[in-house]
């Protein structure tokens, strides 16, 4: 099976930018789609954004306002996701999943990643 490790977070202050990264290991990740979520202390996982096989087809959360960009290299068995104009709001786990299918939403994931600390200073 396909295990996912994310990277990329940290602190930094509201307008500013983080940019994501999710490794995937073994030889099936082009199979997969594949999505990011997260999570905030005492707060519900919440959908963030999902990305088709090819990544040719994305679909992100409401509350995103094209603010944040998934992006996927599967030479590099890798997904992205681009964070501008990062809130106070943002701040939260973000961890990464695969989904055999397309979805826009939490369902169809299998087990969510570790994650990687987002915090937005105000």
């Known amino acids: 099976q396909v295990q996912v490790a994310e990277s990329g977070g940290g602190l930094v202050q509201a307008g500013n930018s983080l940019r994501l990264s999710c490794a995937a290991s073994?030889?099936?990740?082009?199979?997969?789609?594949a999505g990011w979520s997260r999570q905030a202390p005492g707060k519900e996982r919440e959908f963030v954004a999902v990305?088709?096989?090819?990544?040719?087809?994305?679909y992100y959360a409401d509350f995103v306002q094209g603010r944040f960009t998934i992006s996927r290299d599967n030479a590099k068995n890798t997904m992205y996701l681009q964070m501008n104009s990062l809130k106070p709001e943002d701040t939260a786990v973000y961890s990464c999943?695969?989904?055999?299918?397309?979805?826009?939403?939490?369902?169809?994931?299998?087990?969510w990643g570790q994650g990687t600390q987002v915090t937005v200073s105000s």
């Open positions: 990305i088709s096989f090819s990544g040719d087809w994305t």
């Open positions: 073994g030889q099936s990740f082009h199979n997969y789609v």
């Open positions: 999943a695969l989904s055999p299918r397309l979805t826009r939403g939490l369902d169809g994931f299998g087990t």
